[in-house]
């Protein structure tokens, strides 16, 4: 049960109002950089998102922390995400939180050769690193739930679930609107 409610979690991800608005025309120019470019992008958004999902879930565990106190962490985070998506306020002050994140982002992925396979990879990492703080409710609801695995390697299966509902959306977007872009 936790991997398709990981699953349904990566799905509802992007159809959020800090990226929904930005993601046509991510997968516009993966489109139009490679065929391939869509899946390219989705795979290395999965993989930032496993990889901070995991990581989270591990120095939980270093510091000490069981799965109810990480758990019980998640759900804060989620209620205080998603009332900086309700309220203008809260999001103004998270976008001028993560604005310095956003602006390194932004000019690496301006090196980044966006013609290649490579290139979108690192893309799809960097946007996965700079859009965790924007999802941060269905995340956050992924790493709970990871963080209540009895392993590490349970929590690494969870969001490999998660990301790869996210990858779902991302390809079936990329591949769905190809005609229409």
């Given at each position: 049960m936790e991997f398709v409610l990981a699953y349904a979690a990566g799905l509802l991800t992007l159809i959020n109002?800090?990226?929904l608005p930005v993601l046509p025309v991510v997968l516009a120019g993966a489109l139009g950089a490679n065929p391939k470019g869509p899946l390219a992008l989705a795979a290395g958004m999965s993989v930032s998102f496993v990889l901070l999902g995991v990581v989270v879930t591990a120095f939980g565990r270093a510091l000490g922390l069981d799965e109810q106190s990480v758990a019980q962490a998640g759900a804060v985070l989620m209620v205080a995400f998603g009332l900086m998506l309700l309220v203008p306020r809260f999001g103004m002050v998270l976008s001028g939180a993560t604005a310095g994140m956003s602006a390194r982002a932004d000019a690496q992925m301006n090196t980044l050769d966006q013609g290649s396979l490579r290139g979108q990879f690192a893309g799809g990492l960097?946007?996965?690193?700079?859009?965790?703080p924007c999802i941060g409710p269905t995340l956050g609801g992924a790493i709970a739930l990871a963080s209540q695995g009895e392993s590490l390697g349970l929590?690494?299966?969870?969001?490999?679930?998660?990301?790869?509902g996210v990858s779902t959306l991302i390809i079936g977007l990329g591949y769905g609107t190809r005609a229409w872009l």
């Open positions: 109002p800090c990226v960097l946007l996965g690193a700079v859009w965790s929590a690494t299966l969870i969001m490999v679930a998660f990301a790869l």
